[in-house]
Nanobody, 125 residues
Framework: VQLQASGGGLVQAGGSLRLSCAASSRTFSSYPMGWFRQAPGTEREFVATISRGSGSTTMYADSVKGRFTISRDNAENTVSLQMNNLQPEDSAVYFC??????????????????WGQGTLVTVSS
């Protein structure tokens, strides 16, 4: 399976971006999906995850709650991250990933075994 992330760019503080991740797998709906980010000199950190199937369960990092929304479209094999009220501290490379554990909504990067290539988000102050 391959994941292709897109939608990053340069935005002013307070602005919005929508990231998308397209998956090549026909079993896309069977796995939880997540978004992570990594700023220069820092470790990769959890942003949001969504459960398998209908995506009825979502998890968010405290730093993005109320501003970011994760969603999935199983018909299109895509997972999206709507990011509103972006702040300079949100600047990072954002990665989508597939969890290797199907029946939870994990947040730890080590649980995810398939990663996209990353898309850069830069928020200017």
């Amino acid at each position: 399976v391959q994941l292709q992330a897109s939608g990053g760019g340069l935005v002013q503080a307070g602005g919005s971006l929508r990231l998308s991740c397209a998956a090549s797998s026909r079993t896309f709906s069977s796995y939880p999906m997540g978004w992570f980010r990594q700023a220069p000199g820092t470790e990769r950190e959890f942003v949001a995850t969504i459960s398998r199937g209908s995506g009825s369960t979502t998890m968010y990092a405290d730093s993005v709650k109320g501003r970011f929304t994760i969603s999935r479209d199983n018909a299109e094999n895509t997972v999206s991250l709507q990011m509103n009220n972006l702040q300079p501290e949100d600047s990072a490379v954002y990665f989508c990933a597939r969890s290797r554990i199907q029946y939870t909504t994990p947040t730890a990067p080590r649980v995810f075994d398939v990663w996209g290539q990353g898309t850069l988000v830069t928020v200017s102050s």
